[in-house]
């Protein structure tokens, strides 16, 4: 926690704690208790905020710890946050995708995770600008355009379902991220991950 003091004070300490409490409270609840749980914490301990004002770039896709750090986060940071979260809380991979969309109802470009109880499902929407956790087939206010997670990127043709995209690298901002986490950059998110995993098994 140290790192995190260092770079963004103590009122971000008691944030990535109380994160790291919640993923230990929760290891043991059913994958369902689980999206539930993590959608609400994050649309309720983080304030939104566009990257622009929070970061002085136009876009720019935060890692849990940055976002926690700063307890402000634009769509792109509630999703993320939520992804990397429900991996640690045990949630197969292939079960949970970043969605970006059209948000119809202001006409903007948002992100949202998208979570599939059983294969071929219509995903559930885990969503800050909605924090009702509806399937996608019921949010008629978003335009699904393409997802993705660890494993590829998919373009959308139907409500959270669509066609892979073989051989992909992915999206850029996505990968960058990535990167800065493997070379070391506020290298906490690994460290405060394995923290959270050590605790659970004392």
């Known amino acids: ?4 003091e260092e770079v963004y004070g103590k009122r971000a300490v008691v944030r990535t704690q109380d994160w790291l409490s919640f993923l230990k409270e929760h290891d043991d609840s059913s994958e369902w208790q689980k999206i539930n749980k993590v959608n609400h914490f994050f649309n309720t301990q983080i304030e939104y905020k566009t ?6 770039k136009k876009d720019y896709w935060a890692n849990p710890i940055e976002t926690l750090g700063r307890g402000m986060g634009d769509c792109e940071d509630y999703a993320i946050a939520k992804y990397f979260s429900l991996i640690s809380l045990g949630v197969p991979e292939d079960k949970i995708r970043l969605m970006y969309v059209r948000q119809l109802t202001v006409n903007e ?4 995770l998208i979570y599939f109880e059983n294969p071929g499902d219509v995903p559930f929407v885990l969503d800050n600008f909605n924090h009702k956790l509806l399937a996608a087939t019921q949010r008629r206010d978003l335009k699904p355009i393409y997802s993705f997670n660890g494993q590829g990127l998919w373009l959308a043709k139907a ?3 669509g066609k892979k995209v073989e051989n992909s690298k992915g999206v850029s901002a ?10 070391g950059e506020l290298n906490t998110l690994e460290t405060n991950l394995s923290e959270a995993n050590y605790a659970k098994l004392n």
Not at 1 to 4: G, L
Not at 51 to 56: I, P
Request: proline fraction near 4%; glycine fraction near 8%; avoid cysteine.
């Open 1 to 4: 926690m140290t790192r995190v």
């Open 51 to 56: 990257d622009d004002k929070l970061w002085g």
């Open 109 to 112: 470009p948002h992100m949202v």
């Open 174 to 183: 996505w990968n960058k991220m990535l990167e800065r986490i493997e070379q």
């Open 159 to 161: 409500k959270g379902l």
